[in-house]
T-cell receptor, first 115, second 112 residues
Framework: GAGVSQSPSNKVTEKGKDVELRCDPISGHTALYWYRQSLGQGLEFLIYFQGNSAPDKSGLPSDRFSAERTGGSVSTLTIQRTQQEDSAVYLC?????????????FGPGTRLTVL | QQPVQSPQAVILREGEDAVINCSSSKALYSVHWYRQKHGEAPVFLMILLKGGEQKGHEKISASFNEKKQQSSLYLTASQLSYSGTYFCGTEEGHYGNNRLAFGKGNQVVVIP
């Protein structure tokens, strides 16, 4: 596609429910990143994928968070038993990853609200 | 480790210049700059690599002092379109680790 797409754009859920967020990266981009942005805050790194592998999962806040990527393309971020503090905008980015020159292209984000 | 960005906010008139800064306590491989407008996704501006290579926006320049682990972004002859929050993302390590730690941002407001 022309850019990174994410779905849904908005998600309202009740505390304790599971949610699944989807990211479609730019075609051909090998690296994919998930970030979380709370109101008025910076970007908090969650996880990144190189192909289908996740070399660095250390940013995931708890074991309720998991992510996978299949076919070197689409990725899903799953949050189990959601809590109110999980409310944030979840941003996905992808890059070609040419060594250190990894310009990241961001998607529009999914705004998650946990009631 | 999250870099520190300063100043937190800048208000300037169209045509004026401003400098915003990003500093880290860790040795850095690269520094990335992004701009985010309200309700939109961050947009890439610039990458500065250890060793002096730069890639980025034509009208916005930046510097990277590897020894001090600091980067500065120079907004010259600012335009209304420069308004937004500027985030620096730092990549640590001698060879990089493909993970960016972002600061809390510099909010820039350009007024007519």
């Amino acid at each position: 596609g022309a850019g990174v797409s994410q779905s849904p754009s908005n998600k309202v859920t009740e505390k304790g429910k599971d949610v699944e967020l989807r990211c479609d990266p730019i075609s051909g981009h090998t690296a994919l990143y998930w970030y979380r942005q709370s109101l008025g805050q910076g970007l908090e790194f969650l996880i990144y994928f190189q192909g289908n592998s996740a070399p660095d999962k250390s940013g995931l806040p708890s074991d309720r968070f998991s992510a996978e990527r299949t076919g070197g393309s689409v990725s899903t971020l799953t949050i189990q038993r959601t809590q109110q503090e999980d409310s944030a905008v979840y941003l996905c980015a992808s890059s070609l990853w040419r060594g250190g020159n990894n310009e990241q292209f961001f998607g529009p984000g999914t705004r998650l609200t946990v009631l | 480790q999250q870099p520190v960005q300063s100043p937190q906010a800048v208000i300037l008139r169209e045509g004026e210049d401003a400098v915003i800064n990003c500093s880290s306590s860790k040795a850095l491989y690269s520094v990335h700059w992004y701009r985010q407008k309200h309700g939109e996704a961050p947009v890439f501006l610039m990458i500065l690599l250890k060793g002096g290579e730069q890639k980025g926006h034509e009208k916005i320049s930046a510097s990277f002092n590897e020894k001090k682990q600091q980067s500065s972004l120079y907004l010259t002859a600012s335009q209304l379109s420069y308004s937004g929050t500027y985030f620096c993302g730092t990549e640590e390590g001698h060879y990089g680790n493909n993970r960016l730690a972002f600061g809390k941002g510099n909010q820039v407001v350009v007024i007519p």
